[in-house]
């Protein structure tokens, strides 16, 4: 499997942007793909998960109520909106084969390469 994400960008304190991870190769009935993001000199985090083929979602308290993720055959979206500089990250998309929302990260079988989200104040 291999995730091809993107629509990261520059964008003021308040801003949205629409992050896309696009899936291709294998595919499998029943599977998950999370978003998760790291910032400078933090640790990967979290930000949230949709699954196949019942759309369910979860998503980490700090972004509730601001990001959307959503999903299309094998494309991912993260709607990031009312965005904060904290929110600064380089945002990755992920996928497993596995019915399990809240897998850690380690747990991931696919990640795709990353997109660089910056939130000027």
């Known amino acids: 499997v291999q995730l091809q994400a993107s629509g990261g960008g520059l964008v003021q304190a308040g801003g949205s942007l629409r992050l896309s991870c696009a899936a291709s190769?294998?595919?499998?009935?029943?599977?998950?793909m999370g978003w998760f993001r790291q910032a400078p000199e933090k640790e990967r985090e979290f930000v949230a998960v949709i699954r196949w083929p019942d759309s369910s979602t979860r998503y980490a308290d700090s972004v509730k109520g601001r990001f959307a993720i959503s999903r299309d055959n094998a494309t991912s979206y993260l709607q990031t909106n009312s965005l904060k500089p904290e929110d600064t990250a380089v945002y990755y998309c992920?996928?497993?084969?596995?019915?399990?929302?809240?897998?850690?990260?380690?747990?991931?079988?696919?990640w795709g390469q990353g997109t660089l989200v910056t939130v000027s104040s």
């Open positions: 992920a996928a497993d084969p596995t019915p399990r929302m809240l897998i850690p990260g380690r747990a991931y079988d696919y």
């Open positions: 190769g294998r595919t499998f009935s029943n599977w998950i």
